[in-house]
């Protein structure tokens, strides 16, 4: 059986947290997890917003709920709304 890590990086690439799990483990299964291990700590969010940027996985209601509970602002989006928006306006990074 393999294994499977959900990492969660701040915007410079810096891993922040770690969790691990069955490979079969599904990703939108570890966020909560993947959440609460942050390990460094966080600008007062009341004076920076926070963003979280996450793929196609993540753009359902719960997931969203959850990133919103952690104090940050979900940017999430399905790969068709992704790949409209690379098309409109090239060079774009997601």
Do not use: F, W
């Not at 969790?19 to 942050?38: F, R």
């Not at 926070?50 to 709920?65: E, I, S």
């Not at 959850?66 to 940050?72: A, F, M, N, V």
Request: net charge negative.
């Amino acid at each position: 059986m393999g294994t499977k890590r959900s990492i969660l990086t701040d915007a410079r690439g810096v891993l922040v947290s770690i969790v691990l799990s069955g490979a079969d483990t599904h990703d939108v299964k570890l966020l909560e997890a993947t959440l609460d291990a942050v390990v460094i700590e966080r600008t007062d969010t009341k004076d920076v917003e926070q963003n979280l940027c996450a793929d196609a996985a993540y753009v359902r209601a719960q997931a969203q709920r959850q990133i919103e509970q952690h104090d940050y602002k979900p940017h999430a989006c399905s790969r068709d709304t992704e790949r409209a928006e690379k098309i409109q306006t090239p060079g774009k990074k997601a």
